[in-house]
């Protein structure tokens, strides 16, 4: 099986002109879009609607009119949204649907829709994740890393290499996902020690979130891998 990853949202951008119909897809955003998904589906939220943006937002919301809205903008909560993006807010939501856009995660998440399987990943589902992959045997594996802003984010390239570390099956990697998994080994030590010093940890810890990224550097805590099912991801 070949194995390939993704790295920035310049390479993310070229995703929806491309044929992934033998791809399955796994997107990382780590701190924190994928984390939250996780943890809400973990949780028993029953679906959520990745949203490209604040417009598509309200109108899933006018076609699902007992969702949430959560998302962020600049990492803060939206103005008239329901919730924001910290995983530690959806924890408690079981039987909701929520619609959810964030800055790069959502917009991942979308640009690989068509692919054959699409998988929010995270460090604290990895196992689950390659539970999947193991009893559904990918053709090709894309690991998409979300980034931050047009960056790549270090908390997700981690969390994709953690990934690779726990599959059972024979694969063959392009140099991009060799690179993931060799980050991963030089950090799986202390995870959260990574993911504080990560762009996006020291963000949200000079913002008084710390338990944010301490929740999010938890590995293989959740049992539940969200699937894209049409527009909704599902536990």
Same mark, same amino acid.
């Given at each position: 099986?070949?194995?390939?990853?993704?790295?920035?949202?310049?390479?993310?951008?070229?995703?929806?002109?491309?044929?992934?119909?033998?791809?399955?897809?796994?997107?990382?955003?780590?701190?924190?879009?994928?984390?939250?998904?996780?943890?809400?589906?973990?949780?028993?939220?029953?679906?959520?609607?990745?949203?490209?943006?604040?417009?598509?937002?309200?109108?899933?919301?006018?076609?699902?009119?007992?969702? %949430? !809205?959560?998302?962020? &903008?600049?990492?803060?909560?939206?103005?008239?949204?329901? #919730?924001?993006? @910290?995983?530690?807010?959806? =924890?408690?939501?079981?039987?909701?649907?929520?619609?959810?856009?964030?800055?790069?995660?959502?917009?991942?998440?979308?640009?690989?829709?068509?692919?054959?399987?699409?998988?929010?990943?995270?460090?604290?589902?990895?196992?689950?994740?390659?539970?999947?992959?193991?009893?559904?045997?990918?053709?090709?594996?894309?690991?998409?890393?979300?980034?931050?802003?047009?960056?790549?984010?270090?908390?997700?390239?981690?969390?994709?290499?953690?990934?690779?570390?726990?599959?059972?099956?024979?694969?063959?990697?392009?140099?991009?996902?060799?690179? %993931? !998994?060799?980050?991963? &080994?030089?950090?799986?030590?202390?995870?959260?020690?990574? #993911?504080?010093? @990560?762009?996006?940890?020291? =963000?949200?810890?000079?913002?008084?979130?710390?338990?944010?990224?301490?929740?999010?550097?938890?590995?293989?805590?959740?049992?539940?891998?969200?699937?894209?099912?049409?527009?909704?991801?599902?536990?």
């Amino acid at each position: 099986m070949k194995v390939a990853a993704v790295l920035t949202p310049a390479e993310i951008d070229q995703l929806p002109k491309s044929d992934l119909t033998r791809i399955t897809a796994v997107v990382f955003d780590v701190l924190r879009a994928t984390s939250t998904m996780t943890t809400a589906l973990e949780s028993g939220a029953s679906a959520i609607y990745p949203a490209k943006d604040i417009a598509e937002a309200h109108a899933f919301r006018a076609k699902y009119p007992h969702a %949430l !809205l959560g998302g962020e &903008r600049h990492g803060e909560k939206i103005e008239g949204f329901d #919730l924001g993006n @910290s995983p530690l807010e959806y =924890r408690d939501l079981a039987g909701r649907e929520i619609i959810s856009t964030t800055t790069n995660g959502t917009i991942a998440l979308r640009a690989v829709a068509h692919a054959q399987t699409v998988i929010a990943g995270a460090l604290l589902n990895i196992r689950a994740v390659a539970n999947y992959l193991a009893t559904h045997p990918p053709e090709e594996l894309l690991l998409v890393c979300a980034g931050t802003g047009r960056d790549f984010a270090i908390e997700d390239g981690l969390a994709a290499g953690a990934l690779l570390s726990e599959l059972t099956f024979d694969f063959h990697s392009d140099d991009a996902a060799k690179m %993931l !998994l060799a980050l991963w &080994r030089s950090h799986a030590s202390d995870p959260f020690a990574a #993911l504080a010093d @990560s762009r996006n940890g020291r =963000r949200l810890i000079e913002r008084g979130r710390s338990a944010e990224v301490e929740w999010c550097s938890q590995v293989s805590v959740c049992a539940t891998a969200g699937i894209l099912s049409g527009e909704a991801l599902r536990p």
